[in-house]
Nanobody, 121 residues
Framework: QVQLVESGGGLVQAGGSLRLSCQAS????????MGWYRQAPGKQRELVAR???????NYADSVKGRFTISRDSAKNTVYLQMNSLKPEDTAIYYC???????????????WGQGIPVTVSS
C-alpha cells in the first residue's frame, strides 16, 4: 500500500557530498514524520536525521553541521544533503516514515529498502 523509494546513494571520496532522496507513494492520508537511519556493517541501525510535519528536525550528534534534512510535503519527499562526508559515514541508509493511510486514525511506520553510501578515504 505504501512504498518508500530511496535514491542518490553511491561512492564518494572523503570530503565530498551526496544528496539522498526518498519519496513516499501509495494510499497516504497524512505524513507525520520522515527521516533517515543508517546501518554500518556489524553495527546497529541508528538515527541520522528526522523531520516532523511542523519542520522540526533532529540530528545525530555525529552528523550535526554536516548533514541537512529537508522535506517537500507536496511531493511526499524527504532529502538528506550530506556534506563533508567521512569514511565512518559509510553505511546502508534507510528512509523511514510515520504516516496515516487514507481514512485511518492510527499512524503506521514504514521503511524503505535502503541505499548504500560508501565514502572512500
Amino acid at each position: 500500500q505504501v512504498q518508500l523509494v530511496e535514491s542518490g546513494g553511491g561512492l564518494v571520496q572523503a570530503g565530498g557530498s551526496l544528496r539522498l532522496s526518498c519519496q513516499a507513494s501509495g494510499n497516504i492520508g497524512r505524513i507525520d514524520m520522515m527521516g533517515w537511519y543508517r546501518q554500518a556493517p556489524g553495527k546497529q541501525r541508528e538515527l541520522v536525521a528526522r523531520m516532523t510535519s511542523d519542520s522540526s528536525a533532529n540530528y545525530a550528534d555525529s552528523v550535526k553541521g554536516r548533514f541537512t534534512i529537508s522535506r517537500d510535503s507536496a511531493k511526499n519527499t524527504v532529502y538528506l544533503q550530506m556534506n563533508s562526508l567521512k569514511p565512518e559515514d559509510t553505511a546502508i541508509y534507510y528512509c523511514n516514515s510515520n504516516l496515516y493511510l487514507t481514512g485511518q486514525s492510527v499512524a503506521r511506520n514504514y521503511w524503505g529498502q535502503g541505499i548504500p553510501v560508501t565514502v572512500s578515504s
